[in-house]
């Protein structure tokens, strides 16, 4: 491999990747501001202030608070700033306790990440042996069975999964097994690390489970069909007629071609499962992006609100970058000059 | 050919027979699940009050009281969705509720019977509105190429990267949580599938003789691209949009869930199930119906659209 190629490719890929950024905020910046009601009135008058009688509150009021956050400029004037901060990570202060909104990325974001890390590793783990399972013994019962079961997976909401969880398991009426809120004990400083630990997965499966059985069955069925695909080509019928065992066959020779379009899927698997999060974080009150979102969406805290989209577009569009780059690394057939056509 | 691969399909029969029947109860809820009775024959005179409701819009021409007097035939459940009953709060499944009451005593049955037209029309109309931006937007780039493809590919690209729930739950939050945002929302967000697989089609067929045909002959621009070039591409968007029906309602289902669906009283399966977040551990029944009832759509949706690809094209099987 040429290393000089691949910095090119990389650095031609990251410059590509700035545009599409600054179309994500860029439009998200135009629907915050451009939509009715404003964040002033909702802060003045309360919860269901936004957009209603704003007319109770003297124009002073307003104008002085339009200017303190401010609002009182035109909206490119506001772009411009907020992209000129953003160059040192600084995306203001919050519109609801005035903390920098930096802060609380940086305390939620390890808590997302965390989850969603884990729900990946987690569908990898348990999708690719069924996928082989089944693609080595096809149509027998037992991939019929499975192929069943992860479907019935996909169709299953998991807000209602996340619910059903916490009425069986989560000491509603029948187990008590594992902790429906938060992400830690009270009181967990104390423990030693290694328990402080323990508490934080304790606290963590019931939200995995609810993140992770629905991506099962997309992977495990994209991997039975790849190594199907890769188990009919010439050179496995070689390497059989060689003499080879058919375990050497299918884990040596076909999984190995077969597993590199499964990196690729890494790419969107993440972005997905940052969406899904908002609603699991909601449910189990883990203090993660989404469910800082969900709060700051409802506040119309539109520092975080920026925030928020800027980091989840750029970690999608890292994920696909990284994504790409790791591909060609696998696939010797694949070399940086033919991505660039 | 299409038709006969797909019925021998029994599962994607099944999703078929199940999406028909799920309609159905859409349609007929009215005469599924009322308070009203179908018909009523007092005095001498016959009344429809259900049809006079719908063609009408109010029951005036009955008589006053309509639970007192002569013969009626009522609907399998005589409940309406949205009237409360103090009497009967969180009564279990039982003769009188089949599948029990909420915490205000109305019928769940009935409730879900109403959610069907919910999830049903957000269903169709938010996909309805996608296929034709993306049918718009695909044909534009996959056949003019150049510069139109270039700018709407990065179109593409930027919305794929959207957080598109976050942006969804923002635009609700912002212009007010109702039914039709909510397919608006979800058509504009969800429209880039359907635009890579008709740039995709346009694509492959700009360049084939039966185009260059009708170019010969005189057929105008936006003739050629609807008349003679879409039939041959709407296949692969008839699949996707089957599953994204199932999306759809999936999403509507998480917002309604948290908050930002269909106002009450009126009902949505999110909905129920976002009330029965606060009688978990003592009205399952609450939880457990509405999930199967999208649970069971989502299903019947998939199992239909895998049937069509499988159909439709049997490399695409997977």
Redesign the interface.
Known sequence: MDGGTMIHYILKRFFLIL??FF??TL??FL??QL???SPVSLKLLGPGGAGVRSDLISKEVIEQTKKLYGLDQPVYVQYGKWLKRLVTLDFGDSYKDHRPVSLKIREALPITLLLNIISIFLIYLISIPAGIFSAVHPESWMDKITTLLL??L????S??VA??L??YLGG??YLDLFPIAGIVSYGVETLPFWNQVGNLLWHLVLPVISLTYGGLAFLS??S??QLLEVIRQDFIRTARAKGLSESVVILKHGLRNALIPLVTLMGTLL?AL???S??IE?IFSIPGMGKL??EA??T?DYPV?MA??AI??FL??IS?LITDILYVLIDPRISFEKVHQ | MVGRQFRRNRLAMAGIIFVIFFFATALLAPFLANDKPIYLYHEGKHYFPIVHQITHGHFSSTPHNLKAYGWRLMPPVPYSPTEYDLSSLLIPPSKNHWLGTDDQGRDVLARLIYGSQVSLSVGFIAVSIYVIIGLFFGAMAGYFGGMTDLIISRLIEIMICFPTFFLILTVLAFVGPSIYNIMIVIGITSWTGIARLTRGEFLKFRHQDFVLAAKTVGVSTPRLLIKHILPNSLAPVFVSATFGVAAAILVESSLSFLGFGVQPPTASWGEILSQSRDFMDIAWWLTLFPGLAIFLTITAYNLVGEGLRDAIDPKLKI
């Not at chain 1, 996909?154 to 909401?157: A, C, G, N």
């Open positions: 545009p599409t179309g994500i439009i998200t629907i915050i939509a009715p009601g479907f019935i996909y169709s299953l909401p807000f209602w619910m059903i916490i009425i509603g009426e069925r994209f039975r069909a972005p940052i969406g899904g908002v609603i909601q979102g969900f969406v409802l119309r609100i928020i989209v989840e577009a999608t569009l696909i």
